[in-house]
């Protein structure tokens, strides 16, 4: 079974948040990672757009599929991990950690309530593998 961090929020679409005040960092599970195979890139939005909860921000290509990435909250890219620019393999080594893909500012931190816990996540995987 894969790791989930205890402190993290998970989507339905297999992103996590880790939320601290107003702002939040978003990246795919390790669960989303191990479904995809390897990453050989990411398409990522640019600093200072806006999305609604649910919207498409970018992609995750492997070698298996691409992947459309979606945020479950709504929000203002306040920046993004070019490393990932040239490492897209950091999505599959940490996916939890140096492979978070942005980092939001909450438009309405009240979406967040939605989101499962690590625990709920962990059943979700178990109810779709």
Do not use: C
């Amino acid at each position: 079974m894969a790791n989930f961090p205890q402190t993290f929020l998970y989507s339905s679409e297999h992103e996590w948040l880790e939320v601290e005040e107003e702002t939040a960092s978003l990246g795919i599970t390790d669960f989303a990672q191990s479904e995809l195979g390897d990453v050989v890139f990411v398409e990522l939005p640019s600093v200072g757009n806006s999305f609604a909860e649910g919207d498409e921000i970018g992609t995750i290509e492997s070698v298996k599929a691409v992947a459309e990435i979606y945020t479950p909250v709504s929000g203002e890219i306040i920046e993004i991990n070019e490393d990932l620019d040239d490492h897209p393999e950091m999505v599959n080594q940490d996916p939890h950690g140096s492979g978070w893909l942005v980092r939001l500012r909450l438009a309405q931190p009240d979406e967040t309530a939605s989101l499962m816990n690590a625990e709920d996540y962990g059943r979700f995987v178990e109810s779709v593998e």
